[in-house]
């Protein structure tokens, strides 16, 4: 039977880790990723500083760091939305152990999402004490978006009553899907963490090129010799370039990727989860594109990171659907 109050508990969780992904692509984008030089305060503080004897506190502790409420605000706030996503995880994972004799209740999902969630808070201080690594950076977006995707199938597993899956060809070319999806979200987190994002203003070819100059061995180093703050980036031209033309040449596999695989769900009488692919999809690049042509607005950049996190979740609920479902021949 169906815990009813558990099953809404998760899906709560997942609309909530969806706000956090959301907030998190924002404060990075307005480059507030070290609004607060310290963790997990703010200049020492729970909230951000704001009156004149706090802001002169701050300013004695942290004299590198001024200030700056408009970027330590949506810090605090992802901090605080994140906070609470991971005690509300905790919960889920608490009720799982409680009801571990439930075969319908799974257990092993509720204890993974806890362990993410205190990668993720570990992976979040390190964002901050590392001065925005941008390794640490990709990992932590990576992490936002693998908490979603596992709470979104829990919620799922929590709804066909946790039965096992049934292996068949349009399931695993979804999960195929999901790896493509992913490897792509990685790459659009490296080219985030790492500025490159505008760094070609062109579509469809990069600073004039269709192949420009590639520094590979630079696009993809973990991190700078002497570098402390990574707040700006710190590749040279061409790795940058590089890095946003690789996260291109990425959309453009997924792209071919997710067409094949819709063709094969349309060929197999699953129009409508072929159709929404491709909406969703379209949405994505159509987004993509924009960012090049109009210069990264701060709308459509967390739209875009938003519709990854959409197309990412399609398929997770694609592929737990056909693992449930008998293969049309």
């Not at 704001?50 to 300013?59: G, R, Y």
């Not at 075969?103 to 999402?113: A, D, K, N």
């Not at 159509?286 to 950049?301: F, K, R, Y």
């Not at 938003?306 to 694609?318: D, E, F, G, M, Y």
């Amino acid at each position: 039977m169906k815990n009813t109050f558990y099953y809404k508990l998760s899906l709560f969780a997942m609309m909530f880790a969806a706000v956090v992904v959301v907030l998190g692509a924002y404060t990075r984008l307005v480059d507030a990723g070290l609004g607060c030089p310290d963790w997990p305060g703010c200049y020492g503080f729970l909230s951000v500083p704001e009156s004149v004897d706090e802001v002169k506190i701050a300013q004695q502790a942290y004299p590198h760091a001024p200030v700056e409420a408009e970027k330590a605000w949506p810090e605090m706030i992802h901090r605080y939305f994140a906070g609470a996503l991971g005690l509300i995880i905790a919960l889920l994972a608490f009720l799982a152990i409680k009801a571990r004799k439930d075969p319908s209740q799974p257990l092993v999902l509720p204890l993974i999402l806890l362990a993410l969630v205190i990668f993720q808070a570990a992976l979040g201080m390190w964002t901050v004490t590392m001065g925005l690594l941008p390794v640490v950076v990709m990992g932590h977006l990576l992490g936002g978006f693998t908490t979603l995707a596992l709470l979104w199938l829990l919620f799922l597993r929590l709804g066909d009553g946790n039965r096992k899956a049934t292996p068949n060809r349009l399931r695993t070319l979804t999960i195929l899907g999901i790896i493509v999806v992913f490897l792509q979200i990685s790459l659009g987190g490296w080219t985030s963490a790492n500025y490159a994002a505008i760094i070609c203003a062109d579509f469809p070819t990069c600073q004039g090129h269709w192949i420009p100059p590639l520094d590979m061995q630079g696009a993809f180093q973990l991190s700078g010799e002497g570098v402390n703050n990574y707040l700006g980036g710190f590749m040279e031209n061409d790795a940058r370039v590089t890095v946003h033309w690789m996260h291109r040449v990425g959309a453009l596999i997924t792209t071919l990727y997710l067409i094949f695989l819709s063709y094969s769900l349309a060929m197999q009488d699953r129009h409508k989860y072929a159709s929404w692919v491709i909406a969703v999809l379209t949405m994505q690049l159509t987004l993509g594109i924009s960012n090049v042509l109009l210069s990264l607005p701060l709308h459509v950049a967390v739209a875009h990171n938003a519709i990854a996190a959409l197309l990412l979740l399609s398929l997770v609920a694609i592929a737990r659907n056909l693992g449930q479902q008998s293969e049309v021949s």
